[in-house]
């Protein structure tokens, strides 16, 4: 693994089983999008106490209580309204969490995410609320991309989390990894590399 890069072991989809034997092999932080399916994985993994777990997924407001109790990062936040609902969750909680803001940089009715300049306009209300930590951006390309594209997208986002001094960026999984790392990232997320195609 490159210098400064973190590898999120992307197990949405995968046995918990499987979870299993990766750390065994020393991998510690996995990502899911399920809550439901999360619990059960945490519920089988107990005795794995240092596992880190890492949402991913498109936040449904309804989901956010159980998200904020049973996640220590958020890679996933798109938006400002359920920024506060987190933020207020988390207070209940009495839980500290680490948050990535979704960004996107070229128009896909598939991804979710903030655009840059509206970001750059409410960074201030962001950064004001309690009981979580901004650590960086997180962007998803557009499929079918070219490697140079690709790298174009990444950068955009290196450059924004520059500007606001966030030291991480979670981008690039399995298929463009090397483009995301040549930009900067800090976090890769990569599911089938690991784990094989996935089966649900």
């Not at 210098?3 to 499987?18: C, P, Q, T, Y």
């Not at 794995?48 to 949402?55: A, G, P």
């Not at 924004?160 to 800090?186: F, I, K, P, Y």
Request: charged content about 30%; aromatic content about 10%.
């Amino acid at each position: 693994m490159p210098r400064g890069v973190n590898l999120l072991a992307v197990s949405k989809g995968f046995k918990a089983e499987d979870i299993k034997t990766i750390y065994a092999l020393g991998q510690k932080h996995f990502g899911e999008s399920r809550v439901q399916e999360t619990l059960y994985k945490k519920e089988y993994l107990k005795d794995c106490k240092d596992i880190v777990w890492h949402f991913i997924g498109r936040i449904q407001s309804n989901k956010i209580k159980k998200i904020v109790q049973n996640f220590d990062y958020i890679h996933s936040v798109d938006s400002f309204n359920k920024l506060i609902k987190i933020s207020k969750m988390a207070q209940e909680f009495d839980k500290i969490l680490n948050l990535m803001i979704q960004v996107k940089f070229e128009e896909d009715p598939n991804k979710g995410g903030l655009e840059g300049s509206k970001l750059i306009q409410l960074w201030d209300d962001f950064e004001n609320l309690e009981n979580i930590r901004i650590k960086g951006l997180m962007t998803i390309n557009p499929k079918g991309l070219s490697s140079n594209q690709n790298y174009f997208l990444f950068n955009k986002c290196r450059e924004l989390a520059d500007e606001l001094n966030l030291t991480d960026c979670s981008m690039g999984m399995s298929q463009d990894w090397r483009e995301a790392v040549h930009a900067g990232s800090t976090w890769i997320r990569i599911g089938s590399l690991i784990f094989g195609e996935r089966i649900i």
